[in-house]
């Protein structure tokens, strides 16, 4: 080999050694912080949880929880509708993500989980480390173009925290903010974080988040073709899902424009729902009910499930209550997998299957991250079913269309054929 060219290898290498340093000191830091943070919030979120289903009562002072977080968004100088949205547009655009975010979204999500709003926690935990890993960025004096990979990383480590699966939060921020783009250059220190951030989850005595799918059947042609139709079936749901939110908070925005009044309007609304329904199946998170779809042979819901969870979840989040969309459309495709078992009577797939197949379909669906969907299906339910879970994703992602439940989340390239759109997705 050439010496100069040697030497320029070399030269080459020392630079990207001494980056890696930096990012991995950075990633495990970030996962030190923020890990714990997350953690925090998920043990909280239990905590409440368990507290409600205790004493059922505390659903009737929903109305004041939402009074509360409509004031601390306003203390705080937040827009109460900026959100998971927000941080997207600032990966993006380099922007700063102020540090305030992180403790307004995690006590804002905590009250709404106590007084049994239906939401998530893992939509949450996005903004929070995206909060935390600009503000140490921001302490290390971090330039602005690094600032992207600080935010990405630290929403990696949140994700990983609360959702127990630490290879899908390596991917997951990377290609959310755009797609048809992934962006690599965070690779390092999302894996640091999110590893880091995965320890400390199981030092806080957090459980794991697997229920490995045993009973996989062999690939037929059978069982392709209802594969297929249940993935179309599953894009469909997440369509309806991401345009009921969407059309839901601006409807609201227009003609309540007053955010108390609107906040103690729709908590009024999930009292009455609630009371109709006649339990609390779909307050909260509903992971008892995503369990039970994915461990109980027996266990069978109503066919309309998904459409009550859709729609106890758009009146909360368009209510200015604050948590995740993303554990809601976990709920969904489970819910609506063990319908289609049901009600199809198809043996060659048994309904625990459909319901894991179902989750990553309306968490592709509503992402649109099909690599971080297909992770969490691996991390989650095991390799066994890797066919099923690829076939049916990669469908769901097609047929979605340009939807998505982030309004922030710009679509570069078209799914359907190699050219550029760059338009925000639709809601």
Known sequence: MNRRIWQAYCSEMWAKIRSAAIWIFFGILCGLAVGAAGAALAKGVVFVTDLRFAHPWLIFCLPVGGIAIVWLYQRGGEKALGGTNRILENIRNLDRVPARIAPLIFVSTVITHLFGGSAGREGAALQMGGSLGNTLARILHFNKKDRRRAIICGMSAAFSALFGTPLAAVMLP?????????YYSALVPCVFSSLTAYYVRTQFG???AQMFITNIPALTIHSILITCVFAILCALVSVLFCSCLGRAEHILAQRIPNNYLK????????????????DQTYNGTGTNIIASCLTDSSFRVVWYAFLLK??????????????????PSLFIGAVLGNAFAWITGYGGIDQALFSAIGMGCLFCGVTNCPIASLLICFEMFGFDGMPYYLIAIALTYVFSGNFGVYK????????????EINAYTHD
């Open 174 to 182: 990377m290609e959310m903010s755009t797609v048809g783009i992934v």
């Open 206 to 208: 957090i459980g794991s």
């Open 263 to 278: 906040t103690v309007l729709t908590g009024a609304v999930i009292i009455v729902l609630t009371f109709l329904v006649g």
């Open 310 to 327: 859709i729609l106890f979840t758009v009146i909360t989040l368009s209510g200015e209550y604050k948590g995740g969309e993303i554990v």
């Open 408 to 419: 922030g989340q710009k679509i570069l390239y078209s799914k359907f054929a190699p050219e």
